[in-house]
């Protein structure tokens, strides 16, 4: 049979339409990492538990008093209207906090991998402050998209060493120039800090990643630290740590490649 040239025009063009045609495309699936589920499950996981929790009375008792200094020292760091993401939910006020500092004309995305939590955040913020977005993803498989202000709540004290740096990583490549990533964790006591060995020995029993934190600063996970100006705030003798990176804008264009010339 002959094709006259129209026929072939059309059915490329049929084929084109079909190939833009939106496809049903199941959602990702988000697993739950090891450690949470060796470690963090039974609270994760529980709506129970974690409404008990969901307390500011509670969490500045249990961290002697400095969760609102905490949560106020990430806030302060948080332009209006700018464009942030936290990775990891909190209880607390803490990310009522943060969507104040964006505003309503803002955009604070939530990345959480754990189904339960980022129901119940859903839940508690989406009415009120509809600049809050959520997503399920794991932190660790990478970030979509460019942000003025990551933020890190007392998140990287739950991941071992590997996570960690993937997670740093992460969130400094997820950063506009002069952007900022702020991490707010635990870090070493001083050595006269009269709760230092309890916190040690409570870390060893039910937070084995913690320690990390003691040793290291969170600079030294990310590869490439000297693009980015760090600045470390301890508070409360230094059970706690802010630590702000800051994105130093590129000083000269990138030189072309000798390959871009072939
Ligand atoms: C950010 S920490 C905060 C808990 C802390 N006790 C608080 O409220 O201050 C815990 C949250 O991070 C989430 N999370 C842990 N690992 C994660 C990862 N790799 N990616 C995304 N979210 C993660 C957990 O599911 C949990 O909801």
Known sequence: MIKLISDIDQEEAEEDVISREPTFQAPKEVSIPLYQRLFYSKLYN???WSSLLDNNLLLNIVTFGTY??????CCNEIDMHSKVLQLGGTFGNQLAELADSVGYYGHLDVMDVNGTQLSRLEGKYETPYPQMHFIRANAEDGIEGEYDAVVCFMLLHELPIASKIKVVE???HAIKENGKVIFIDYSQPNYWHPLRYVVRMFNRLYQ????KLWDRGIDTFAKDNLDYIWHRTRYFGGMYQKVVAVKRPKMFEEAPKYSDFL
């Not at 084995?208 to 320690?211: D, I, Y």
Request: hydrophobic share 50%.
């Open 170 to 172: 992460n969130a400094l």
């Open 208 to 211: 084995p990643f913690a320690e």
């Open 68 to 73: 609102s200094k905490l949560v106020r020292a």
């Open 46 to 48: 529980s709506v129970k």
